[in-house]
């Protein structure tokens, strides 16, 4: 199975910090990744695809960049909706496989 | 709209068995895999395996193999999951989700089940 790591755990932040956070997978999955969001009692919600493309009504402060094995989900400038987990998912091959989700709190 | 609606809360005796439904509209139902992922409290999120409504054919993680059983009705538009021999472990929300090839866009509300003696 391919393993995904995501760093941090958890971020301590504030409105307006510029914020990056990195997945990685335990083998190359070229483009093949999914960027979730999920807020508290919700499901998740996709962010973006293809590493980089980000889904219709999705703001234009949530960034996605790399291939291979390194994979970064950048928000320009946070705003008080964005505190949530956000999980990385390799769709290359099954068993799908999730990050273990970065909870960015205030 | 399409959309994903999950029945309801089950609560399970450990060795018991378990259907959960994904009722799917909004779209044609053949044309999409269907998954289903659960997340166990205070966890992150876990990949169970899909059924293909247009041909049945499964695909299931290995943690679950002999256990996980999804099939599919046309008729009604509804997908199934049936977990058997339940242990506490398998407490969590299960979701359902529609996959269009790049990630799961649409996602059923979620169906808590909690196996307890």
């Known amino acids: 199975d391919i393993q995904m790591t995501q760093s941090p755990s958890t971020l301590s932040t504030s409105v307006g910090v510029k914020v990056t956070i990195t997945c990685r997978a335990s083998q190359s999955i070229d483009t093949w990744l999914a960027w979730y969001q999920q807020r508290p009692g919700k499901a998740p919600e996709l962010l973006m695809h293809k590493a980089s493309i980000l889904e219709n009504g999705v703001p234009s402060r949530f960034s996605g960049s790399g291939s291979g094995t390194e994979f970064t989900l950048t928000i320009s400038s946070l705003q008080p909706d964005d505190f949530a987990v956000y999980y990385c998912q390799q769709y290359d091959v099954y068993p799908y496989t999730f990050g273990q989700g970065t909870k960015l709190e205030i | 709209q399409v959309q994903l609606v999950q029945s309801g809360t089950e609560v399970k005796r450990p060795g018991a068995s378990v259907k959960i439904s994904c009722k799917a509209s909004g779209y044609t139902f053949s044309n999409y895999y269907i998954h289903w992922l659960r997340q166990a409290p205070g966890q992150g999120l876990e990949w169970l395996g899909l059924?293909?409504?247009?041909?049945?054919?499964?695909t299931y993680a290995q943690s679950l193999q002999g256990r996980v059983t999804m099939t599919s009705d046309m008729s009604t538009s509804t997908v199934y999951m049936d977990l058997s021999s339940l242990k506490s472990d398998d407490t969590a929300l299960y979701y359902c989700?529609?996959?269009w090839g790049y990630g799961f866009e649409y996602w059923g509300q979620g169906t808590l089940v909690t196996v307890s003696s």
């Open positions: 989700a529609r996959d």
């Open positions: 059924i293909n409504p247009n041909d049945l054919t499964t």
